[in-house]
């Protein structure tokens, strides 16, 4: 089956705790991205990566990281998680950029 | 910034109705519009795509782009409960970044 896995699904850590959200694609999709949702803001992008070892700001990067090291994998990394990281993200992946993106279950992170 | 403006809503529409959902985004160089449809703890799924001027259809569903007023909507027809959700509008512009409206709730009374 054709999917975006994620995990953990659910997460309560607390202040700079480092963690680690895995994300992966079974599609053999280029285009990956880690978004982040907040009541009233919608889905934000945290970052993308075009391809493998390709990667990129998005319009709320601060506080993340991430890594390409696979095609199939693109890991969300918080060095330092605080509270104002507690969020429901999600990682999608399309075929291309500009092709329509395919999301994962979520991860609801609460960071205490 | 880049925005991609949605009335929140909640609009609500009778059953059978027709929904119209609306979409702005401040891009002139965005070259690719979709619809997501996002049910209360799920992940968003897409709905329609379309990337040229004019309307496009698939089923109950018509998409309409209009890149000179940069606007673009998403028409439901015969509207059933099953089609209350939140409904994202994303836009893919410059910079292969891609941005998402807040999302409009749409609830439909049976």
């Known amino acids: 089956e054709a999917q975006v896995t994620q995990n953990p699904r659910y997460l309560i850590t607390v202040t700079g705790k480092k963690l680690t959200v895995t994300c992966s694609q079974n599609m053999n999709h280029e285009y990956m991205s880690w978004y982040r949702q907040d009541p009233g803001l919608g889905l934000r992008q945290i970052y993308y990566?075009?391809?493998?070892?390709?990667?990129d700001k998005g319009d709320v990067p601060e506080g993340y990281k991430v890594s390409r090291k696979e095609k199939r994998n693109f890991p969300l990394i918080l060095e330092s998680p605080s509270p104002n990281q507690t969020s429901l993200y999600f990682c999608?992946?399309?075929?291309?950029?500009?092709?329509?993106?395919?999301f994962g279950p979520g991860t609801r992170l609460t960071v205490l | 910034q880049k925005e991609v403006e949605q009335n929140s809503g909640p609009l609500s529409v009778p059953e059978g109705a027709i929904a119209s959902l609306n979409c702005t985004y401040s891009d002139r160089g965005s070259q690719s519009f979709f619809w997501y449809r996002q049910y209360s703890g799920k992940s968003p799924e897409l709905i329609m795509s379309i990337y040229s001027n004019g309307d496009k259809e698939d089923g109950r569903f018509t998409a309409q782009l209009n890149k000179a007023s940069q606007y673009v909507s998403l028409l439901i027809r015969d509207s059933q409960p099953s089609d209350s959700a939140t409904y994202l509008c994303a836009v893919y512009g410059g910079g292969f970044k891609t941005i998402f409206g807040a999302g409009t709730r749409l609830f439909v009374k049976a």
């Open positions: 990566s075009m391809n493998v070892e390709v990667t």
């Open positions: 999608a992946s399309s075929l291309s950029w500009e092709n329509e993106q395919f």
